[in-house]
């Protein structure tokens, strides 16, 4: 378990973090999601011990980071992988010299090298390309490669640092496939940055959403969703939908249980009352759905859609009341 508390981090007079509370639990995915200068990778650096930090603590598996020794600083490194946007292969060197690396470094001896390497290609689907050298390949290929020598030394934690950024939609969701099978198979806690939510949506269990170095919301997909918070809204670029004036407008958010049920269906239906439908949009995550929907009815009505989302467990925010006369 990953458990950051108050956490600081300052360049002179410049705050990069302001007091960072997350917890990450063994075996999540969990996505680190925010624009360009949030604080995002300056945190995965200091989960890495790359970065130092002035207040706080950050504890992994119990271990206080600012207490450790040089010594145990590298042996903490080793138990921690990173993949990085840009892949940081050796272009001169063969996919199996690539993903040998860390092992070389850590003087591993060479037929348990071997087998490493080969069983690692097996995992992310390269082992044809073992003596192909990493200036021939593609970007997806290039980062498998990348993600094999992230695994060489077994480590606990995968670091991803905007990992899929520089590549096309579909290579990103090969790749996030292969992150997902990872962490299913291997149990890997696996700790992801990106400012891209198509990556967060389809992989992550749990998120935080970092803004100018603040966490402002924190939790699992489907709840940071769910609560459609301003930091959610800002992170989307969302605009608030044009509501005509003098109804009651709702917002009305559905799980892939409600659609199941059909509850924007059934709402007609059961109410017995027409409304307006002025916005609407439905989004896959992970495994499921996601849908948010802005109805408009009569203030003279209200009660009657509030007791059908009473009765039937939907989700709603009020976005506009009646206009009072």
Sequence with gaps: MIEIRGLKKSYGKLEVLKDINITIEDGDIYGLVGRSGAGKSTLLRCINGLETFQEGSLRVNGVDVRALSAREMRNLRRDVGMIFQHFSLVDRKTVYENVAIPMECWNVPKSERDEKVRKLLQVVGLEDKMHVRADQLSGGQMQRVAIARALTMDPKVLLSDEATSALDPRTTKDILTLLRQINADLGITIIIVTHQMSVVRQVCNKMSILESGICKESGSVKEVFQNQSKALENLLGQESPHLPEGVVSVRILTTQEDMDR???????????????????????????????????????????FFQFFKENSVQYQVLQAEKEG
Excluded: H, W
């Design 262 to 304: 059909q509850i924007i269906a059934r709402i007609s239906m059961e109410v017995g009352v027409p409304y307006t439908l002025v916005d609407g949009n439905v989004t896959y995550y992970r495994d499921g759905l996601f849908g948010t929907f802005v109805i408009c009815f009569t203030a003279d009505s209200k009660e009657r």
